[in-house]
């Protein structure tokens, strides 16, 4: 120890102090200590403790959106995990009933198409396999990854009915999933159709919008002509009235003359859909004109004397890409002359094919932003044409145009009958590259004539999210339900004030279900009505094996849907009984039938149901199933998912409960974004910036990727890198220490030492009143599900109020006073207000953390945080006068503070102890609020003095703090060998003459209680 002025040893009296006492370790050991906590959660079965505890508390459920049960997770799982349990935990905390039931979906293709990798691997056929025992096998897969994928969310201290999830395999889920189809089919909502879908030539299905990613691609372009065979001309010029006549025969004349041996020229990426083209699409909105090659070179596929039809402001681009050296504009081309022109298919008499008429449409879809003003209109292979050719079957039959689409290419992307002279050639091979189609057609229309130009192009084109392969728009017979036909036996759906009703439809359903939903954040409304107003009819028929069979018979003579409630009845009781595999047992039809129907009269349908049915419906087996899980509700109080989900869960359970239930079978919808990595790219294993969550768990604990999770803003793509995993970190042992010192600082506190509020210092009652505004602060950010808030409050008052202030400040009262000071079990009594606040406000982000905090404190094993509400905070600790004053007073001490450094930094001092600053105070605010205040204690000096002036112009001063000024001095007296304080009192009392008279009052009480 340090000799005091008079020469004398000092004597250690360390033993005397209340220093903190924990076995709260500064060091976390998160990785090996969160498993322990996991085993006792499981041990006490604390999810059914919180339901009985809960049992008469409102319900909020938040559905799960099931994940496929096919693999590992990944950081997007953990981050979608991480944030349902911190709604589900808060929401419980906050005072409700949150049970949380996991749920996985199973059937589907990214299952199946596992198990014919395994096949392939192995050389077997799966055409070979029985369909029942190739579905067993997914089956197999499927639970064997439910079992691993549950575990893994169970280490993220994710806290559910684990024992008893839902999954979409189960024979009940099966069973209820075939009766939602068949009470679509029943109000007329379910139709066989044939319309372009995106279809997989990889995996032999079609796809949905929401199994579709887009990649940058390498298309073939190609420019073509379709040569004029039927023209009629439109008089568009002014004339005077006596020669009219005789200038419209002329000018009429001329133009069918120039328009007859014209060409409409469309371009397109997709060469191969030529041989399906069956219209061309203008628009009536965009100015066109006739345009004469006048120079070319030799042997130019754009020959001299040729005469295009294109739009104005893209025929210099055309003709340009046409190596065109000079041309003419020789008249424009009216939308009526456009809509009277006929032509000849550009393959016209190639093997026998291609004899008909081309008419021209007029379609709201062309533009002449890029092409040629033209689009090339094959109705098997593109919604707007699909479209265009339907809305135009009249206008077709009335100029003896069949109307019929044809099937140009097959589910293997090999062209079919319908594409005279192509035999053999395929747009797409079984790996996804392409194939022959588009070389063997651009030659086709070069040895015709009718090609002006080549080129390719980069741009965007869907893949299959699973195979990473392109697909095609492909005409196929496919099981749709409506968006916008009336649905049988409802009323209109009413509309504002006038008492007018819109007709009751799928889409209208929806969209007045988005309007009365909650979102988080609020753009997701928009995005999800936006993608229902223009979406077309569902499509929910796949052609695979593993999934819920679309359980419908078809007439075979009238093409007829059978709807019979008996039949309904016997199909969902087998698959109650056995799962969806009877369908595919022998005599299944003959059984559902019963003896009504004749099996030979019908079709039995063998396609599955799209997955995103299955999981669409599962608000009817899980939130509806009262027995299984008594304590959901529907509609849910909350479905949250990624945002790629308003086209995918979101979506789908909108469009499947408007279907059978007329509302959406949710209340609120809570989107977040995706991980990438530190620098904001998208993590790939290609860029070797994949961030597992299984690894951050191993070498820094759940509760840093579950803090990482509550501190970002989920509203937008989240970043983790390792950078910001260690930011993480650093703010982690920030909230520890904390709560450690607080530990420790408790170990001396005992219910004799409560104090009233109304008899504490003021700093104790700031803090109260701090507590009171941090309460309804994060109530408030928690019922918003802003997390980010709440780490926000929590780290900043735990950092800059407590640690840095309150604590530092009470140190000596608490380690120092005596046993019976008012100071020191004042703040005691805080600690612990401080103590129950905090721990419960950060149970729902760090559960193993605040487990471990609080049960060090009660180590009772019946205890657990997680069976506590968010404490009661008394408003009457609000006090906004005392917080008013206290800012000026702190505004003091930032300036003392800022001078003592200068001090330290100079070496004129050691410690604040030393000094004693004289503080000069200009400003008569700061007077009142420093009256009777110990401000030596305030700013950790051993004494202070303070006048009522300007201080000098050498003073210390703060730009922010005008009025105040400090200039240092020493503390005059001797240095207390107990607390460090210099006092002249230090001495006075003969018999602790090394200590302060407060310090030896100290001594005395504790060696009066034995300590």
Known sequence: MNDTASGATEKDYSATLFLPETEFPMRAGLPAREPVWLKRWEDMDIYALQREQAKDRPLFTLHDGPPYANGNIHIGHALNKVLKDLVSRSMQMLGHNAAYVPGWDCHGLPIEWKIEEQYRARGKDKNQVPVVEFRQECRTFAEQWVDIQREEFKRLGVLGEWDNPYLTMSFDAEAQIARELMKVSMTGQLYRGSKPVMWSVVERTALAEAEIEYQDYESDVIWVKFPVVQAVAADTSERTAANADLDMRDAGAAKRALLARASVVIWTTTPWTIPANRAISFSSQISYGLYEVTKAAEGNWAKVGDLYVLADNLAEEVLAKAKVEAFERKDSVASLELAAITCAH????????????????????????????????????????????????????????????????????????????????????????????????????????????????????????????????????????YMDKPIAGSLPLPLGETGEGAPDTLRNRALAAIDATRFYPAAGQNRLRAMIADRPDWVLSRQRAWGVPITVFVHKETGEILRDEAVNHRIAQSFEDEGADAWYQPGAAERYLGGDYKSDDYEMIRDVLDVWFDSGSTHSFVLRNKQKWPHLKFPASMYLEGSDQHRGWFHSSLLESCATNGHAPYDSVLTHGFTMDGEGRKMSKSLGNVVAPQ???????????????????????????????????????????????????????????????????????????????????VRTAYKEYDYRKVVTLLTNFMNIELSAFYFDIRKDALYCDPISSVTRR???????????????????????????????RHPDPAESVHLRLFPDIPATWLDHDLAGKWQLIRAVRRVVTGALEVERREKRIGSSLEAAPRIHVADPRYIVALEGQDLAEIAITSAVQVTQDEGPPEAFRLEDVPGISVMPAMAEGQRCARSWKVLPEVGSDPDYPDVSPRDAQALRERAAAGL
């Not at 768990?697 to 260690?726: C, M, N």
């Not at 703040?827 to 606040?837: M, Q």
């Open 346 to 481: 550009p393959l016209r008499g190639l093997a026998g094919g291609y004899n008909f008429d081309v008419p021209l449409l007029d379609g709201e879809h062309v533009t002449d932003d890029a092409g040629t003003g033209f689009v090339h209109t094959a109705p098997g292979h593109g919604l707007d044409d699909f479209g265009l050719w339907m809305d135009s079957t009249r206008l077709l039959n009335q100029r003896g145009i069949d109307p019929t689409i044809p099937y140009a290419v097959d589910d293997a992307g090999f062209y079919t009958k319908d594409a005279p002279g192509f035999d053999g050639a395929r747009v797409i091979d079984d790996n996804g590259k392409k194939g022959d189609a588009n070389n063997r057609v651009i030659a086709a229309l070069a040895e015709h004539g009718n090609i002006i130009a080549r080129g390719r192009v980069k741009h965007q084109y869907p893949h299959s999210w699973r195979s990473k392969k392109p697909v095609i728009f492909r005409n196929t017979p496919q099981w749709f339900v």
């Open 695 to 777: 690894e951050i768990i191993k070498q820094y604990g759940a509760d840093i990727l579950r803090l990482w999770v509550a501190s970002a803003d989920y509203s937008e793509d989240l970043r983790l890198g390792k950078k910001i995993i260690q930011t993480t970190v650093d703010s982690y042992r920030k909230l520890r220490n904390t709560l450690r010192w607080l530990l420790g600082n408790l170990a001396h506190f005992n219910k004799d030492d409560v104090v009233d509020p109304a008899d504490m210092p003021e700093l104790e009652r700031l803090m109260l009143h701090r507590l009171a505004q941090l309460d309804a602060g």
């Open 826 to 856: 004042s703040a005691l009594t805080v600690l612990e207000h401080l103590f129950n606040a905090l721990t419960a406000w950060l149970a729902p982000i760090l559960v193993f953390t605040m487990e471990e905090c609080w049960l060090e």
